[in-house]
């Protein structure tokens, strides 16, 4: 009966020890999801300052142009 008793106890800490190691894994992951999503963010914050800055430019040059005809 005791080794019947340590075998259903070493299995339950070995079945708590797997849940934190999964559970090390699944917030390993949510960190590196949650660091992928901000850089992605970043990348498309830069693209959008860049847009916006072309679409400046090009106002600029249309008014330019436009002023010139005028004059």
């Known amino acids: ?3 019947v008793l340590d075998l259903i106890s070493s299995m339950s800490v070995s079945s708590v020890s797997e ?3 999964e559970k090390s894994v699944l ?9 992928d999503q901000q850089v992605k963010l970043m ?3 830069a693209e959008v300052d860049l847009l916006l ?3 400046q430019k090009l106002k600029q ?3 330019v142009c436009t ?3 005028s004059c």
């Open 1 to 3: 009966m005791s080794r």
């Open 19 to 21: 849940r934190k190691s």
């Open 27 to 35: 917030n390993s992951i949510d960190t590196c999801y949650k660091v």
């Open 43 to 45: 990348d498309l914050q």
């Open 53 to 55: 800055l072309k679409l």
């Open 61 to 63: 040059q249309k008014d």
């Open 67 to 69: 002023h010139e005809q």
